[in-house]
């Protein structure tokens, strides 16, 4: 198994906690969860992705322009994304769990569900992205 290397940029106290798990676990994502977590961020204005070593199946982050981690995939389906206080308890509501380890302000979402369609899913995904980037307001709904 490789060891990822984590680009420098990333180094910030705000991403400290993710940056110790992803050391630590040294986590590969599946493709599809990776992909997904791709597609929940397309047309969200501001919001990159980043992953060190793509075809080897690392893990995946989307970041902000300031480099603040926001979304994480991992994992056989590991879906993460850092939300505002504000936005816990709907998420929680949601059906979203805290990711443990990522920090306080991370849930974990279902990828694909059994209660909806895919279209359904990469849309609720979608929603979770604009609001982890800040680019949605409560009681909006992709």
């Given at each position: ?67 603040a981690i926001i979304g994480l995939a ?19 509501r949601a059906g979203a769990q805290p ?13 694909w569900s059994d209660t909806e369609t ?25």
């Open positions: 198994m490789s060891t990822w290397k984590i680009d420098r940029r990333f180094d910030t106290p705000q991403n400290a906690q993710v940056l110790a798990l992803l050391r630590a676990d040294n986590p590969s994502a599946h493709s599809d969860v990776a992909e997904e977590l791709l597609r929940s961020a397309e047309g969200v204005a501001g919001v990159d992705h980043y992953c060190p070593d793509l075809p080897h199946y690392a893990f995946v982050v989307l970041h902000l322009e300031d480099s991992y994992g056989q389906s590991g879906l993460a994304y850092r939300l505002p206080d504000s936005r816990i308890a709907e998420a929680a990711a443990e380890g990522l920090g306080s302000n991370w849930f974990l979402l279902e990828p895919l279209q359904e899913s990469r849309r609720r995904l979608a929603h979770w992205c604009r609001v982890a980037a800040g680019t949605t307001h409560p009681g909006h709904t992709v």
